[in-house]
């Protein structure tokens, strides 16, 4: 009942947002949609690409503050549930595998002009491992947020999401989340940005076991070498305790380097390093991840 109250609050207020914003005959349609092919050494099955367009840190938003490209460079790809025992448990821990992710994302996005710019979408992704397919999943939500002010050197937005995602090989991690958060932008030269941001987010898990509360810092530096290339870095920091009795927390640091590219008006490419550790509170055990990845992005 929580779960339907939260969620028809959400949607009541992107109708009300959308019924200011939309009707200026102001507002962008954007349609967007995005593959990315994964390699890691040691997965676990963890969703890890939390920086989606709250314009916060993470590797993927550090480049520029404008709301429509955030929206269709990185589309919010929501945590979901944790494995039981934490991440780099169970019996697939400590293999290495292939995974593809297909992702899109349809919304509006307002401009400035004077007022708070403002944007909503719907998103949803489907990732595919070759070997573990304990961790295939399909994920869905919707994200509304709003450009609280734009000066010429910093940029600060909130944002708040609710989504769902399922696992269809170990249904007790499927789950539902919301999430809110905010995110700072400044430009300290004209070709380098570095941003902040905040996320917290509660996830309801069919087994309570996997059902968490968590939040995620996250700092980022972009560096535009070109009108079309950057080079990104970025630190993000996780933190999830568990609903379950005893309230075992799972944290998850992260390091990442990359590279961004506008391949023309409509095409976007990314590569990105990342290396992951992961600790659980009841054990001294930490889990590391090397996480390399390539996408491509066309933006319609």
């Not at 919707?142 to 399922?166: H, N, P």
Request: a negative charge; glycine letters at 12%.
């Amino acid at each position: 009942m929580r779960a339907r109250a939260a969620y028809s609050a959400g949607f009541l207020f992107i109708t009300v947002m959308l019924s200011v914003y939309v009707q200026s005959a102001r507002a962008e349609v954007i349609l967007s949609a995005g593959i990315t092919e994964t390699y890691e050494d040691n997965a676990s099955g963890l969703v890890t690409k939390a920086g989606g367009v709250k314009g916060g840190g993470g590797l993927k938003n550090t480049r520029t503050a404008d709301t429509a490209t955030a929206i269709t460079r990185n589309p919010v790809q929501r945590y979901g549930a944790p494995q039981s025992g934490g991440a780099g448990s169970g019996e697939n821990a400590g293999k290495s595998d292939f995974s593809t992710t297909i992702n899109a994302a349809v919304g509006y996005s307002a401009p400035e002009d004077g007022l708070p710019g403002f944007f909503v979408f719907g998103y949803a992704d489907t990732t595919r491992f070759v070997r573990l397919g304990k961790y295939d999943t399909v994920g869905a939500g919707v994200s509304t947020g709003i450009q609280l002010f734009s000066l010429s050197w910093m940029t600060a937005a909130i944002a708040v999401d609710a989504g769902a995602r399922r696992y269809e090989n170990d249904r007790p991690r499927n789950s539902t989340s919301s999430a809110g958060g905010f995110s700072l932008s400044h430009e300290l030269t004209d070709e380098l940005t570095l941003s902040e941001g905040f996320d917290y987010e509660k996830s309801r898990a069919d087994a309570i076991v996997n059902s968490y509360r968590g939040s995620v810092y996250t700092v980022g530096l972009g560096y535009d070498v070109t009108d079309s290339l950057s080079l990104n870095a970025g630190y993000d920091l996780s933190e999830r305790t568990a609903d379950a009795p005893g309230g075992a927390c799972t944290r998850i640091t992260t390091v990442l380097a990359g590279l961004s590219c506008d391949v023309s008006d409509d095409w976007s490419a990314d590569a990105v390093y990342e290396h992951q550790v992961t600790g659980v509170s009841t054990s001294a055990i930490k889990a590391n991840n090397n996480i390399i990845s390539f996408g491509v992005r066309y933006t319609f």
